[in-house]
Structures are given as C-alpha cells and as structure tokens.
C-alpha cells in the first residue's frame, strides 16, 4: 500500500469530482505532493466546512456557487448547488446566485457579498475601498470581510486546480485509446 492511500481513505472534493482513484496517471500525478492535496482540503473545510462567525454556510456556499458560476466550472457550480439544496436553500435563491441574477435576492447583506464577489471574479479593480465599505455597511465586520475574500481567493485557486487535472485527465484517457 502506498503513502498516499493511507493518508487519503476517502476522496477528496476534486478527486471525487473528477472520478480519481489510486492507480490512475492523474491520481498518481496529483498525489506525489500529498502536502498540497491535503492543504487543498483542509482549506476547503476551513471555509466551507467549519463555524464563521457572522457568514452563515448557506451564505458561504453562495458565494462559492456565483464565484463557480462566473468563473466558469459547471463541476464545481453542481456541487455548490448540491450542497446548497441539501441545506435547504430554496431552488429559486440557488437558481438566481447561479445564474448571477443577484437583483432577485430579497437578503440585502447576501446581496453586497455576492455583488462583492462578482466585483472580485469578474473586475477585480472594482473591488476597492468604496466595496469595502459598503459590506460594511451591510453590517460585515472586517474580520467576515478577510473570510469572503479568502473564500473567493480559494473557490478561484480550486476552479483552476479543477480544471488542470480535468484536462490532464482527458490527456490520459485519450492516451490510453490511442
């Protein structure tokens, strides 16, 4: 057994995501730095997983959902939707965040994170001093303010991440019918 299959028993969100499993050439590739694959996760849990005080996780996985939306990652964008039903967050709202239709959300402050986190994806130069104050005028604390951009900075770094390995996924299995 290798190193790698004791420390990873379960998989992680982007190899379940991507269907890989020890043996495969992406898996084996993804696996040689187990630190990275690990603090990948741990990241993900930290954010996503654990308390933030003042951002609710359905809050959080909106704006995970948008940032999936726009960046773009349908893979990412299912599962943060999927996550969100689960929770129990009305169709329409998960609906709306993922197809970036932010002016039928009713919560005004879900409303400037996730104008927040369009303004971060899309035009990042727009998410300046006046944004900033702003959330806070929707009553975000600075602390609450760092977490949504380390989120956003994340769901970006995993889209990529995502992406890379799908198509080096793609690379293999079009290798292997040749």
């Not at 995501?17 to 898996?27: A, E, I, K, N, R």
């Not at 960046?71 to 943060?80: D, I, R």
Request: net charge negative; proline share 6%.
């Amino acid at each position: 057994m290798t190193n790698h299959e004791t420390l990873h028993p379960t998989p992680d969100t982007l190899d379940r995501l991507l269907g890989l499993t020890p043996g495969q050439p992406t898996y084996e590739i993804r696996h040689q730095r187990t630190k990275v694959v690990d603090a990948t996760q741990a990241s993900e849990n930290l954010l996503l997983g654990a308390p933030v005080e003042g951002l609710l996780l359905s809050d959080r996985l909106l704006v995970a959902l948008l940032a999936c939306a726009l960046t773009p990652s349908q893979a990412l964008k299912n599962e943060y939707a999927n996550r969100l039903s689960v929770l129990g967050v009305p169709d329409h709202t998960i609906q709306s965040v993922a197809s970036a239709q932010l002016e039928e959300l009713n919560d005004p402050r879900l409303k400037q994170m996730l104008i927040f986190t369009a303004a971060l994806i899309t035009d990042p130069i727009k998410a300046d001093k006046e944004a900033l104050l702003t959330l806070k005028a929707s009553g975000l604390t600075t602390p609450q303010i760092t977490a949504l951009s380390q989120l956003v900075a994340f769901v970006s770094y995993q889209v990529r991440v995502y992406a890379g390995l799908h198509a080096l996924n793609l690379f293999h299995s079009q290798g292997a019918q040749s």
